[in-house]
């Protein structure tokens, strides 16, 4: 019974951290005691919204205040299009930067390195013909190759991911 309510957890907290922790934790589900690197082959995708700045000035001159709003809402709107084929891609959303967002594809098993790249790519292409209702541009970028994944010390030993 413990085993089940412990599944159950990790499903529950995997819809709410990083696959990579929740990879980690099955593996080796102990508390992260110092740093660590994990390397696997897969691929990275960088993408940056171009044009957040311009749109935030010129929100904040037609409406003040609630152009702040408005921005977050623009942005909001236009990082759930690109998860969405992220996912569609079978990509993984490791973290957003400000308006840019990173995204991996892990070669495991059946799936190579050479497919992730073509996965990777295909999302790109699909990324940047998302239309958007503030006519933001994307800027991609994709490296292909052995990823290091590092856990490193933080504040009072705490190890973020």
């Known amino acids: 019974m413990a085993d089940q309510n412990e599944g159950d957890l990790v499903n529950f907290l995997s819809s709410f951290i990083p696959d990579s922790v929740v990879r980690r934790f099955r593996f080796s589900p102990t508390k992260i005691k110092e740093e660590d690197i994990d390397k696997f082959q897969g691929v990275v995708l960088f993408a940056d919204i171009s044009g957040f700045t311009p749109l935030a000035e010129r929100l904040y001159r ?49 799936q190579s390195r050479e497919r992730c790249a073509e996965l990777a790519a295909n999302c790109a292409l699909r990324m940047q013909e998302c239309k958007n209702t503030h006519d933001l541009k ?16 933080g504040v009072n030993n705490s190890f973020p991911s």
Do not use: R
Not at 67 to 95: M, P, R
Not at 138 to 153: F, N, P, R
């Open 62 to 110: 037609m409406h003040k205040q609630e152009g702040n709003e408005l921005l977050t809402s623009a942005i909001n709107e236009y990082f759930d299009l690109l998860v969405t084929q992220t996912h569609g891609f079978g990509g993984e959303v490791v973290k957003f930067l400000g308006d840019a967002v990173m995204i991996i594809w892990i070669a495991v098993g059946s």
């Open 138 to 153: 994307l800027k991609v970028g994709l490296g292909v190759g052995e990823i290091y994944e590092l856990t490193v010390g």
